[in-house]
């Protein structure tokens, strides 16, 4: 019984990881978010060549860090289609323009609970890229490497 109890809880907890939702789960001042997404486009222009490479964002970016993560890809040279809710479409509007052949993209920026610390982790197509930072002085300092998981 304890097995069969232990199994569903561990089931639930992965159905819960699996379920998780993407964006921006901070308070952040506009000026961390900045320098976050700085860095992020920064990363991502090291590993997706500006040229060849064309970001459909999956998630609604109303928040500061998502204004200024698609505003930093573009001033580096990226199309961005940006993310329409089915709901915000109506019935005679014409569909968004075809997203074949660009790569995902969707992020997840927390707060991590001590010390001012947060990460960002964007999902591009089936990678990860994560990275930590500390807030100081109004303003986000990496406390660590990216990483990266494919």
Same mark, same amino acid.
Request: glycine share 8%; charged share 15%; with cysteine.
């Given at each position: 019984?304890? =097995?069969?109890? %232990?199994v569903t809880l561990f089931a639930m907890v992965?159905?819960?990881?699996a379920g998780s939702q993407y964006?921006?789960?901070?308070? *952040? %001042? +506009?000026?961390?978010?900045? =320098?976050?997404a700085d860095d992020a486009a920064l990363q991502l222009s090291t590993l997706y060549p500006? +040229?060849?490479t064309r970001f459909n964002v999956q998630q609604e970016t109303t928040d500061a860090f998502g204004g200024? %993560?698609?505003?930093?890809l573009r001033? =580096?040279?990226?199309?961005?289609?940006e993310y329409v809710a089915p709901d915000r479409l109506s019935a005679t509007a014409e569909a968004p323009a075809n997203r074949d052949g660009g790569v995902e993209l969707r992020y997840v920026l927390d707060y991590l609970g001590a010390d001012h610390m947060y990460s960002i982790t964007l999902r591009?197509? *089936?990678r990860a890229l994560s990275r930590a930072y500390v807030e100081k002085d109004a303003t986000a300092l990496a406390a660590g490497a990216w990483t990266r998981k494919e």
């Open positions: 019984m304890r =097995k069969l109890a %232990l992965l159905s819960a990881c964006g921006n789960f901070t308070q *952040n %001042l +506009a000026t961390v978010d900045a =320098k976050i500006a +040229a060849s200024a %993560l698609i505003g930093a001033e =580096k040279g990226y199309a961005v289609f591009v197509d *089936n």
